[in-house]
């Protein structure tokens, strides 16, 4: 079984930044991508970006820019530095963990950009 910790989430104005961190534990395999995704009211999830275990980092769609994804030394940390905020950035944002036999999913850290 997999465990996943978010913090880093809150309140901060248009412009700002924020740090995401995500820490995985209990059975994770050497091979996994973990990765952030996000869900705003009355929308879809999406990916903002994930990172496999290799270090290599995937962005969503027009994501790449204001949002980087890290993974120090490859392990089982990563984190989201969001930059240049904006209103539309507002949502629960997710971390997940996938490896063979399964995908876990955190419980999620809310994001407000107020303007």
């Known amino acids: 079984q997999v465990q996943l910790v978010e913090s880093g989430g809150g309140l901060v104005q248009v412009g700002g930044s924020l740090r995401l961190s995500c820490v995985a534990s209990?059975?994770?395999?050497?091979?996994?991508?973990m990765g952030w995704y996000r869900q705003a009211p009355g929308k879809q999830r999406e990916l903002v970006a994930d990172?496999?275990?290799?270090?290599?980092?995937r962005y969503g769609d027009s994501m790449e820019g204001r949002f980087t994804i890290s993974r120090p030394n490859r392990k089982n940390t990563i984190y989201l530095q969001m930059s240049s905020l904006k209103p539309e950035d507002t949502a629960v944002y997710y971390c997940?963990?996938?490896?063979?036999?399964?995908?876990?999913w955190g419980q999620g850290t809310q994001v407000t950009v107020s303007s």
């Open positions: 990172i496999n275990s290799g270090g290599v980092p």
């Open positions: 209990g059975s994770i395999l050497s091979t996994n991508v």
């Open positions: 997940d963990l996938d490896q063979r036999g399964g995908r876990t």
